[in-house]
């Protein structure tokens, strides 16, 4: 065998070595996340937008934006996001019912329905105390499914979830619908 024959399989075995090493440890990190109850700190541009649509009030978009992140990353923690906005469009249409404020409640309505261009010329005209009505129950219904997948998927981690919402809850009791809870770091 020549010297450089030698030298070039040394290398070759050099260059294996190093890639199996690394495949391993990629490996263990994948597998020690898949064993997490949750999932890896990763920026996730559908939950920032939803916090922004919450903030804006923009409540059929922050679904959309639930619903998407459901599809890329289903998980507990995906499921109790979106059943929190379906509670957090209840809690704003709460807080208009208790201001009697239907004008708003006709925004919500909107919001919640229109979305096409053609939206401007042939609007989806509901009184604002049926609206109220269909949001809340719509809204309920939605909710209750939600939260039923992420409970069969964890009701352990859906219950901490759920507990770090309530604190939320009672720190803001009158806007904690504009946002989400500081530890979830959407």
């Known amino acids: 065998m020549k010297a450089s024959s030698v ?3 040394k290398w070759e075995m050099a260059i294996c070595l190093g890639v199996g090493v690394f495949l391993i440890v990629g490996l263990h990190l994948s597998d020690s996340w898949a064993q997490s109850d949750q999932i890896p700190v990763a920026t996730n541009e559908h939950l920032a937008r939803a916090t922004v649509y919450l903030v804006a009030g923009d ?3 922050a679904v959309e934006a639930c ?3 459901i599809d890329l990353n289903p998980s507990v923690e995906a499921y109790v996001y979106l059943a929190y906005v379906y509670q957090a469009i209840n809690g704003y249409l709460g807080s208009l019912v208790k201001q009697e404020d239907y004008v708003k409640v006709e925004q919500l309505a909107l ?3 229109a979305r096409e ?3 401007l010329i042939d609007p989806p005209n509901v009184l604002p105390r049926m609206a109220q009505e269909l949001i809340h129950e719509g809204i309920r219904q939605q909710f209750d499914v939600t939260a039923a997948m ?3 998927l964890s009701r352990t981690r859906t219950d901490e979830l759920w507990a770090q919402q309530t604190l939320w809850r009672e720190a803001k009791p009158d806007s904690w619908w504009a946002g989400v809870p500081d530890a979830w770091k959407w």
């Open 7 to 9: 030298k070039g399989r």
């Open 59 to 61: 409540y059929r978009r």
């Open 67 to 69: 619903q998407q992140n």
């Open 111 to 113: 919001n919640l329905t």
């Open 117 to 119: 261009i053609l939206d």
């Open 150 to 152: 992420a409970n069969r």
